[in-house]
Structure formats: structure tokens, C-alpha cells
């Protein structure tokens, strides 16, 4: 009996994207990276010449009405963890590979002993609605032959892989599905082997010969061995503050402030517990429902917001932002094991900063935000009044 | 699943500061102020201030003794919102100073004191 199963959404950020913008639908639509090469395309963009890794401007030559999106992983990821979170439901074992693709532990589920079939229709009916009308699910004896199975099953309509039938079921499915270089697979299609049973027919030996230890891993998973185990997915719980701005920031001065608020409200978080930090992740949230996210790990702990303020200047001040920004967040991903801090000797100087911090926390107390603010320049030398100068939350 | 409990409660905004202010205003032929309504009383003879409420009892108009300076700014033009104005700093003839601008993109008075 199958035990590990496997669901699968193609083309998942593309979707995401549909989802957001409906009347994109039937129109070719690709998404492209920070530096515009094309990462997904539409079905209708393929038929159009469209591909992967292509420039977009390539892109945009061969289908004159292609729509080119940014690619938004913050988005993709947060569906997804939607995705994965209904699965739990099912699974308390879950190895999330990639976005669209995930794998589910189903030994001794409760599901299990009515069959592998209502196994299968429990975890689509355990997705969210709407991603059951595009969710490809499949199960079998391992990682491999489930998601071919699931390649193979129709929306609606999952597959599944007695262990008795694995070699003939792979025997007739695309040699291209097995995972291995763009150059393997390309010395396999000029042996004119295009099947997995083709290749699983041949002498171990002789594809070893051919391909190395690679080799010897497909002709492995053309016979239907996979000893790959399931690695369960690590929720992320980030401690997250978020700073949302009035006006769309378009300068990187406002945004460099915003980070020192940041990393000054993320280190009052007693999630922290005094701990150093060791990864952040920063999030922008563009005008036009666009999104840029980057993901900064320190070589050591950083242990003053200052110090952490200052690594997410470098961040913002490198970064080509394709439009303004109205909200910016800051996740604090890891932290770092507890370093032995040496106390002040400017006691007094200290006394009067814990004095002032307890007098916010009253005001916060009283009256749900504090009153007081910080006057800041953001663009002293701008010839409009109102960009000169700004309020933040005082928080000293 | 249990929600996500570390989740800020609610966003940190960051306030601009010296925003304009609406006025009704009254030019001559040329376009130049003669008299304006601010929303609030202005500040008494002295400095250009800003127009603070609860100064001199409820608005009414003031009358324009000489306009001591003009100047123009145009920025952003390549922005969804860009910025034309054209500044005028006008003495009253109560004796106060104030700075108001002509808003050519929404074609209306504001005031907005300008160092």
C-alpha cells in the first residue's frame, strides 16, 4: 500500500497570480525575475515561443501582448502556507519541495484504512476550495513514483500506484520527469531514450558509464527506487513588525529610517528573549500590489538594533525598487544563541533611558499608542515643504 | 492550526510634518493675492507663522498688504502626482507674514509656511 502522497499545483506562482488578477486569464502572462528573465510563462506565452530564462524583453518581442509580471514570492509563499496549513489537517508529516509541490506522510492515518482512495479524497478535500479544481494528487510507495502519479492524475481525480504496479506504471511515463540536469537530460533525448522504461531496461553499469553517480540515482528512480526520505517542512513563526507609510516612500531616505524603526520595535519584542539576532528577512510591499522581499543572514548574532539597522541600510540602500513603496516589514527568521553582554558604566545615562521608556509604556497603556513622536529629517534639502521633515513613534 | 500569535498588532506610521492647508483665495486680473480665508485664525504681526487655531477668534478674510517675495517649484514630473507650484510670501495688513501657494495641478490655494 502507497504511504506517501504527494500534491501537486503546476505552474503554482502563476496561479497565484491568475487568482489576484482574474481577467489575465486566457491571455499570456509570464513572471519575471529582478533581472528580467522570464521564471514562469502561460500556457498561451508558450505557444507563443515563450520559455524560461528567456529575457523578457526577448519575450515581449515574440508575444506582443504578453503581460509581464514581477515575480511577488512573498505572495507565493503566503498561499502556499495556506496550502500547507490545510494539509496539516491531514498529515502531521508534510515535506513542502517546492511551491506547488508537496509530500505527505500517510502511514497509519485513520483515512488510510478505508482505502487509498478516500486517503486521496480526504487531502483534496482538506485543500483550500480554491486550489481543489487545480491540485494534481497522487500516492505510491515513495517520494518519485507519487509525483509522477500525481503528474499523471487529472485534477478531480487523484492516481494511485499499487507497489506491485510501479515498474510498469514508470515503464511508459516521460524520461524528462526524472530530476537531472538540462545536459542529461539532453545526452539521454540524443540516445533517443525518451521513456523511463527505455532507460530502465539498460545494465546499471552502462548508465553509470554514461552519466556517473547521477546515472546510477535515474536509473534508480526509472525502476522505481527512491530511498529518498521525507524531510518535514520547519514552520517559519518570524517575530514581525511592520511600518505602513502614509504616502507611497519613494525615496531611500524614508526607507532607511523606517528600518531603524524597525530593528528598534523588533528588538523591544520579548520574543527575543535578549538573543542576538542572526536572520532577517525584509518585505516591501510596492505600489500596484507588487512585492520585493530579501533575506539577510549574519555572519554573527547582531546584537544592537543599531547594528541591525545598520545591515538593513545596506540592503535598502543597493536595492533598485521598481516602484514606490507603502508598507515595509521586517521577520526575524533566527536568532542566535545567548552572548555574554557587558553591562554600561554610564549608569545615570541609563537610568534616565528607562525612565523615559517606562513613561511611554504608561502612555501606550493609557492610550493605546504613543503620543509622543520623534521629529525626524527625512529630505532636508527638498524644495517641498512637507518632505523635509517627518513623525515617528518615539521609542527611546 | 493555531494562528500566528507573533504578528505585530498594528502598524507604525510614520507622519509627514508642515502640510498645506486649504484657503480660499481672491486675485486681481494677474493671478496675485489681494485677500484669503484661511480655515483657522491666523498668528499676529511677526514672522511668517503657521496659521494655528483658537489665535484670533473665528477666520474671516485678510486683506493683502504687499507680496514681499514669489517663487516657483516643479518637481516630480515624471510621477503619477507631479508637483507645480508657484509660492508667494504675503505681508497682511494686520502685520503678519505667511507663505501660500497656487496648486497648478488641482487648481486650488493652499497655505504652507516654507523656510
Known sequence: MGTIACVYIPAFPLQVELERRPTLRGTPVALVSEAERVLWASADAEKAGVQRDMPARQALALCRHLTVLAYDGAAYRTAWDDVLRALYAVSPVIESAAEGLAFLDVRGLPALTEGPAAMMQAIAAALPSRWQKLAHIGMAVNKFVAHVAARRAEPGSPRWVRPGDTSTFLAFQPLKWVPASAEIHRRLHLLGLNLMGQLARLPREAVEAQFGKAGGRIWSLCRGEDDEPLRPHRWEQPVTERIAFPEPAVTRDVLIIACERLAAAVWKRPERRERPVRQVRLRARLSGEAGWERTLTLKQGVTTPRRLAFCLRQVVEGQPFSGAVEELALDVLAFAEGTGLQGSLFRAHRDTKERLAEAVRELKARYGYSPIHRLVEVEPWSRVPERRLALVEYEP | ?115
Do not use: C
Request: glycine fraction near 10%; aromatic fraction near 14%.
Open chain 2, 1 to 115: 492550526m493555531v494562528p500566528r500569535s507573533r504578528e505585530a498588532v498594528g502598524p507604525r506610521r510614520i507622519r509627514a510634518v508642515n502640510e498645506p492647508r486649504r484657503l480660499d483665495m481672491k486675485t486681481d486680473g494677474a493671478g496675485v493675492p489681494v485677500a484669503f480665508r484661511p480655515e483657522t485664525p491666523l498668528p499676529g504681526p511677526g514672522r511668517p507663522g503657521r496659521i494655528r487655531a483658537g489665535w484670533n477668534g473665528p477666520a474671516h478674510w485678510y486683506r493683502v498688504e504687499q507680496v514681499l517675495d514669489m517663487w516657483r517649484i516643479d518637481e516630480g514630473w515624471w510621477r503619477p502626482r507631479p508637483i507645480h507650484r508657484t509660492y508667494y510670501r504675503l505681508f497682511l495688513r494686520h502685520g503678519a507674514v505667511v507663505d501660500v501657494y497656487f496648486d497648478e495641478v488641482d487648481g486650488r490655494w493652499y497655505e504652507q509656511r516654507y523656510d
